[in-house]
């Protein structure tokens, strides 16, 4: 069983920006799809962005430019940098992992989940 430890959330100010963290508890990290989904509260958990075990990357529109997915196999750590952050960007971070083939846009595509970061940003 994978475990994923986000960290980095908290409470920024519009225009601001965050770094998230998470860490992997797997030897073979590098085989792994990463990506960090979000869910605003009453609303369903949302794919952001995705990066692949070839360093490819994928985002959301809503984003798209804004936020940055990265990798670092040697310490098992995906990251996500959010700059220009805007309070519709308020939500609970997820980060998601699988190894194997499937949809990398979905919630169902993803064996692994971590226990969630919040992310709050206020106007």
């Known amino acids: 069983q994978v475990q994923l430890v986000e960290s980095g959330g908290g409470l920024v100010q519009a225009g601001g920006s965050l770094r998230l963290s998470c860490a992997a508890s797997?030897?073979?990290?590098?085989?792994?799809?990463m990506a960090w989904f979000r869910q605003a509260p009453g609303k369903v958990r949302e794919f952001v962005t995705t990066?692949?075990?070839?360093?490819?990357?994928f985002y959301a529109d809503s984003v798209k430019g804004r936020f940055t997915i990265s990798r670092d196999n040697a310490k098992n750590t995906v990251y996500l940098q959010m700059n220009s952050l805007k309070p519709e960007d308020t939500a609970v971070y997820y980060c998601?992992?699988?190894?194997?083939?499937?949809?990398?846009?979905?919630?169902?595509?993803?064996?692994?989940w971590g226990q969630g970061t919040q992310v709050t940003v206020s106007s």
């Open positions: 990066i692949r075990s070839g360093g490819s990357t």
């Open positions: 998601a992992g699988r190894v194997g083939s499937g949809s990398l846009f979905y919630t169902k595509g993803y064996d692994y």
């Open positions: 797997t030897r073979t990290f590098s085989n792994y799809a």
